[in-house]
């Protein structure tokens, strides 16, 4: 699924469960052998999701680390991201000669929590919703989708900065296709988009999709 939303020569894989049986390298497992078992078999399913993602590349299989913040810790040469929600896993891989960074980011198709939607949002992005849910619009959870939408922001902004990017940092406006359950987005950055190298940042823009219970977005980079 996740596939449909990303570009050509950007590799992906996806898992809506998690196997037995899947191995994790060494330092893999010394970095999450603590984890309760529900966060275990999550970074499990999700790296090898991303090891599958590898071998569509040609990549050799390796061990992907936490970095700083979390960022995932791909091979030489290889830039991507991973995701899991409940009943969701998946990753997306690219070369760096062609593609600067990826975010991907899997929710739920449901509304958000209480309090959350004013926590993760701009002014403008809560007005729009307002709009949104007056206009007989389709049966999507857009504050959930905004807010998936900032989670892939933010994946894809950090390799290239090394910095943090708070949720009121990227306004993002939203195109639907006809049927509604499909579209694009563009994420404005609202802060300096200095990278560690190459061109800075002044937006993102990224695809979005709802189907069998779930929400995903996509962004790369190029």
């Known amino acids: 699924m996740i596939e449909s939303i990303l570009p050509s020569g950007v590799a992906s894989a996806e898992l809506y469960e998690d196997p037995d049986?899947?191995?994790?390298?060494?330092?893999?497992?010394?970095?999450?052998?603590?984890?309760?078992?529900?966060?275990?078999?999550?970074?499990?399913?999700?790296?090898?999701?991303?090891?599958?993602?590898?071998?569509?590349?040609?990549?050799?299989a390796a061990p992907v680390l936490k970095g700083d913040m979390g960022s995932p810790?791909?091979?030489?040469?290889?830039?991507?991201?991973?995701?899991?929600?409940?009943g969701?896993?998946?990753?997306?891989?690219?070369?760096?000669m062609q593609v600067r960074s990826v975010g991907i980011d899997a929710e739920p198709h449901?509304?958000?929590?209480?309090?959350?939607?004013?926590?993760?949002?701009?002014?403008?992005?809560?007005?729009?919703?307002?709009a949104v849910g007056s206009g007989g619009e389709p049966a999507v959870h857009f504050d959930r989708l905004l807010f998936c939408a900032k989670e892939a922001t933010y994946k894809a902004w950090f390799p290239l900065t090394g910095r943090w990017l708070g949720f009121e940092d990227a306004?993002?406006?939203?195109?639907?296709?006809?049927?509604g359950t499909w579209g694009s987005f563009r994420s404005e950055l609202l802060v300096p988009g200095q990278?560690?190298?190459?061109p800075p940042l002044s937006a993102f823009d990224g695809r979005w999709l709802v189907r069998d219970g779930l929400i995903?977005?996509?962004?790369a980079v190029v």
Do not use: N
Not at 31 to 49: F, L, M, P
């Open 195 to 198: 990278t560690h190298s190459g």
């Open 110 to 130: 449901a509304g958000l929590p209480d309090g959350v939607l004013e926590a993760t949002s701009l002014p403008a992005e809560r007005d729009w919703l307002a």
């Open 21 to 60: 049986g899947l191995e994790l390298f060494p330092s893999e497992q010394a970095e999450i052998g603590r984890a309760v078992e529900k966060r275990r078999r999550e970074y499990t399913s999700a790296r090898h999701c991303a090891r599958q993602a590898m071998a569509q590349l040609g990549v050799r």
């Open 171 to 179: 306004h993002i406006t939203f195109e639907r296709s006809d049927e």
């Open 216 to 219: 995903l977005t996509a962004i």
């Open 73 to 86: 810790q791909w091979p030489g040469g290889v830039v991507g991201s991973m995701t899991h929600c409940d």
């Open 88 to 96: 969701y896993r998946a990753a997306a891989l690219g070369f760096a």
